[in-house]
């Protein structure tokens, strides 16, 4: 990531029309800090196909059931319609009308989890919690502290923002 004042930061709506998502996390990530909270915070308002399905299976109802009662009891078939798109969820993990919202450009809660976490993870959101590379053998340790103490590292180059970026998708998979 570029952390020099003097290089010119993106606009990071420029970045949403990156191909791949790992081409739009290295765009934002590069774009600095504040765009990383932007993008955030529209990820977190952006309709995912799952909850458009949902939302349209509410409204079938609720319209099939009010036509029913104002206008004619044939309309039970929309709630009925809007029931079976919700019971395919306890069979399924995507609905067929999931499917069709994605194919209108939603995307699914995996893929704005995804991009969300790797944005986090860039970000540093991650870097306090224990991994298994932090775990210290404590014989190491003892005659470690015992030979004078720890030697320190220069500290390594920023990392590119694309390789930083693949790096937090392929974490943000597993």
């Known amino acids: 990531m570029t952390n020099d004042p003097a290089t010119p930061r993106v606009d990071h709506k420029a970045c949403l029309r990156h191909a791949t998502l790992e081409q739009r996390v290295a765009c934002i990530a590069d774009s600095g800090p504040e765009a990383i909270e932007a993008r ?3 990820l977190d308002r952006e309709w995912t196909a799952g909850r458009v399905t949902k939302a349209v299976c509410g409204l079938v109802i609720v319209a099939g059931l009010a036509l029913t009662a104002v206008v004619h009891p044939w309309w039970l ?10 019971v395919q969820y306890l069979f399924t993990r995507r609905s067929w009308l999931g499917r069709v919202f994605q194919e209108a450009g939603y995307r699914s809660g995996f893929e704005v989890d995804q991009e969300k976490m790797a944005l986090k993870v860039i970000r540093g959101d991650f870097r306090h919690l224990p991994t298994l590379l932090d775990i210290e053998n404590k014989d190491d340790i003892s005659r470690l502290e015992g030979e004078g103490g720890i030697v320190m590292e220069p500290d390594e180059a920023k990392v590119d923002p694309v390789q930083a970026a693949k790096v937090a ?3 943000a998979k597993s």
């Open 169 to 171: 998708l392929e974490a």
């Open 40 to 42: 955030l915070r529209e």
């Open 77 to 86: 078939v929309l709630p009925a319609a809007g029931g079976l798109f919700l």
